[in-house]
C-alpha cells in the first residue's frame, strides 16, 4: 500500500507533467494535469485512445464543479451534493481555462467526479487542480481494480502507481449529463438510475447503447479476450455438457445462491455471495479467464433491479458482444 509520501512523489510527477495511476473506489485511474497539454497528449498516447474520446476529469472537492464546468446547472449541484465524492461523473459545460480542448476530445462539455477512496483524495486535495484519468488500462482492455492490474497493462510507460489496494465497488462510474435540455445517464455504474431520479426528482433517460453518447462506450471495451456468454442459471448445466462434448473449456460467473451446484468440467471463476461482491470481484475475474486459457466464460448474470445489478449486466453484456 502506497503511503503520505508515495502521495508527495505523485503531485510532483503530475505538476512535472508525467503521469500517475492511482486508486478510486470504481476502477484505478492513469492521471494527467488538465490544464497541461503536453501531459495529457501523453495521457491519450500510453493510453492508446483515439484523440476524440473525452477523459473524466477527478477533482478533491464539490465547489470545483463551478471552476472546471459553466453553467453547471442546479441538477449537477444537487447530484454533487448527493453523491460526491463517490461513483458519479457528471457531465457539464466545460471552463476552458481550467480543462484543456484535448482532455474531452475538443468537446464543449467535461466530465468531473470527486471520487471516494483516502489515496486518490489526498493526491487531489494536494494537488489541486483537475486530475484528467481515463481507466488505467490500454485502450479497448478490461479496467485494472488493483495496483498490479495497471502495472500488467501499462509496465513500465507510467513511473509512478498508488497502490490502494483492490477497488471497493469495481465498476466504473455512473455518467450522468446535465447539458441538454432533459438529463441522461450516458454508462450505468456504482449509483443507480433510481437514485439519481429521486435527487434531480424526475425520469431520466438512458443513452447506455447505441448512439455514441459516451464515446469509448462501445461493447468490444470491457471485454476480455475470452468469449463471454450470458446464461440463465436453468441452462448452465446443459451449456457444461455441451462445452465438455465440444473439447472447449468452460468457466462459471454466477452468484452461489444462483447456481448452488457447479456442474462437471466447469472451471468455477467465482461464486460471489451478493452482487456488490460480483461487481468487487467481475474485472479481475475477467482477467483470470484470460489468464487460465478459458475458450468461453459462462456468465449468470445478477437481477437488475438495483444500482450494481444493473452496471454488472451492462458490462458483461458488452464483454459478450
Ligand atoms: O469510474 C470511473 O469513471 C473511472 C475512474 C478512473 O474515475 N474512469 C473511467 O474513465 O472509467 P474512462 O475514460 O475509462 O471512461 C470514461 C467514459 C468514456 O466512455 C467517455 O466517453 C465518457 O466517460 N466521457 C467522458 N467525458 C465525457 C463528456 N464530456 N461527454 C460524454 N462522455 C464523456
Ligand atoms: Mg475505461
Redesign the pocket.
Known amino acids: 500500500m502506497s503511503s503520505e509520501s508515495d502521495v508527495a512523489v505523485a503531485v510532483d510527477a503530475l505538476r512535472a507533467g508525467e503521469l500517475v495511476a492511482f486508486p478510486?473506489e470504481?476502477?484505478?485511474?492513469l492521471g494527467a494535469d488538465a490544464a497541461n497539454p503536453e501531459a495529457v497528449q501523453r495521457l491519450f498516447a500510453v493510453k492508446g485512445?483515439p484523440a476524440d474520446?473525452?477523459?473524466?476529469v477527478?477533482v478533491a472537492r464539490p465547489r470545483q464543479l463551478d471552476e472546471l464546468g459553466r453553467d453547471v446547472p442546479d441538477a449537477a449541484h444537487r447530484l454533487a451534493d448527493a453523491f460526491w465524492p463517490g461513483?458519479l461523473?457528471i457531465?457539464v459545460e466545460?471552463n476552458p481555462g481550467r480543462v484543456v480542448a484535448r482532455v474531452?476530445g475538443g468537446?464543449a462539455?467535461?466530465?468531473l467526479?470527486v471520487?471516494d477512496h483516502p489515496l486518490a483524495r489526498a493526491l487531489l486535495e494536494a494537488f489541486g487542480g483537475g486530475v484528467a484519468?481515463?481507466?488505467?488500462n490500454r485502450f479497448g482492455r478490461v479496467?485494472p481494480t488493483t495496483a498490479q492490474h495497471v502495472r500488467a497493462d501499462l509496465g513500465d510507460d507510467v513511473r509512478v502507481v498508488l497502490d490502494g489496494g483492490p477497488c471497493r465497488v469495481g465498476?466504473?462510474?455512473t455518467?450522468v449529463?446535465v447539458t441538454g435540455a432533459e438529463p441522461a445517464i450516458?454508462?450505468l455504474?456504482?449509483v443507480g438510475r433510481a437514485e439519481v431520479e429521486r435527487v434531480v426528482g424526475r425520469p431520466i433517460r438512458l443513452r447506455t447503447r447505441g448512439e455514441v453518447?459516451?464515446?469509448?462506450?462501445r461493447q468490444s471495451?470491457y471485454a476480455p479476450r475470452v468469449a463471454v456468454e450470458v446464461v440463465d442459471a436453468s441452462d448452465v448445466d446443459a451449456r457444461a455438457r455441451a462445452l465438455t462434448a465440444a473439447g472447449r473449456r468452460g468457466g462459471l460467473l454466477a452468484l452461489a445462491d444462483v447456481v448452488p451446484e457447479y456442474p462437471d468440467g466447469l472451471v468455477v471463476l467465482d461464486a460471489p455471495r451478493d452482487v456488490e461482491e460480483f461487481a468487487h470481484v467481475l474485472y479481475d475475474r475477467f482477467r483470470a479467464a484470460d489468464a487460465c486459457g478459458l475458450d468461453v466464460l459462462l456468465v449468470v448474470n445478477p437481477s437488475d433491479a438495483d444500482a450494481l445489478g444493473a452496471a454488472v449486466s451492462d458490462r458483461v453484456w458488452r464483454a459478450s458482444h
Open positions: 478510486t470504481t476502477v484505478y485511474g485512445r474520446h473525452p477523459v473524466i477527478h461513483a461523473t457531465v466545460r474531452t468537446r462539455t467535461v466530465g467526479r471520487p484519468a481515463p481507466s488505467a479496467s465498476v466504473e462510474s455518467i449529463d450516458l454508462r455504474g456504482g453518447a459516451a464515446p469509448g462506450a471495451h
